[in-house]
């Protein structure tokens, strides 16, 4: 298989952000999987655009990762409006597609799950093991850590060297997290995946199809966790901007 190599012209801006646009992300990833060049992966969306343009460490981790993939359908509808016609890439269902991948392999690709609540990456990792049971599981830890904690789990992942991690512990710790220890194992692939590890762990569910298909997964989150509508108002900023942007290109 060719790896599509990320030129400038895959490499399109959204209000600031970078995001690559390539035709097959997880083609991508397993190709610099097996050539153990590791990455950061970035599933960019409205939410953590807004965040990026008030917090300039984010904002330098995302224009250093290796593969921004256009998450949100906020930021899919801003390509469509400048004519890029791209189809989303929701980070979950990329990080489900590695590890379909990684399970059906006979030299183990090693996994771990980081973040959630307790029990939580240990229930998202037991999900995969039996959906997948060839695959190799390096650890579970969860999110709420003791610096002790914290030292124990760079130990193992130093010790385990996973080739796929997922860091679920929200934005932007999750993207801080993983900029400030990826060269723990660099060889791997890093993903912040946010509350991905809930959905597998069965503790959260995930908007079904309709809301998805029709750019309204952010209401059914909204419906299904309400603390989140302060959050939620970098949505309409980011419509706002996106609208602003487009017509002082006309
Ligand atoms: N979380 C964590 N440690 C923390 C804060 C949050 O592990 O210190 C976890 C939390 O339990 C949840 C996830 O991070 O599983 C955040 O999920 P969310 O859907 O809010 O992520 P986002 O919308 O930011 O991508």
Same mark, same amino acid.
């Given at each position: ?132 049971? +060839? ?22 992942? +130093?010790? +385990? ?90």
């Amino acid at each position: 298989m060719q790896k599509q190599v990320i030129t400038k012209t895959l490499n399109f801006s959204v209000l600031g952000q970078p995001v690559h646009l390539l035709d097959d992300y997880p083609g991508w990833l397993i190709a610099q999987l097996h050539q153990q060049l590791g990455g950061h992966v970035i599933t960019l969306n409205a939410e953590m655009t807004m965040q990026a343009e008030k917090n300039a460490t984010l904002a330098e981790i995302i224009k250093l990762a290796d593969l921004v993939i256009p998450d949100g359908s906020g930021v899919v509808l801003y390509l469509w409006l400048k004519g890029k016609k791209v189809k989303r890439c929701p980070g979950i269902e990329l990080a489900e597609t590695l590890l379909l991948y990684a399970g059906q392999l006979s030299k183990p690709m090693p996994v771990f799950f980081f973040g959630g609540a307790p029990e939580v990456a240990e229930k998202a990792a037991k999900f995969w093991q039996q959906r997948c049971p +060839k695959l190799a599981i390096a650890g579970t830890q969860h999110g709420y850590l003791s610096p002790e904690e914290e030292q124990q789990l760079c130990q193992t992942l +130093k010790e +385990k060297q996973p080739s796929l991690i997922f860091v679920g512990l929200g934005v932007p710790r999750q993207e801080l997290w993983i900029a400030q220890h990826r060269h723990l194992c660099p060889k791997a692939i890093w993903i912040g995946v946010g509350g991905s590890l809930d959905i597998w762990a069965g503790t959260k569910t995930r908007a079904p199809a309709w809301f998805r298909e029709n750019h309204l997964e952010w209401l059914y989150r909204l419906y299904q966790e309400p603390w989140r509508w302060r959050r939620m108002l970098a949505l309409p900023l980011f419509a706002w901007k996106a609208l602003l942007s487009n017509f002082f290109r006309k």
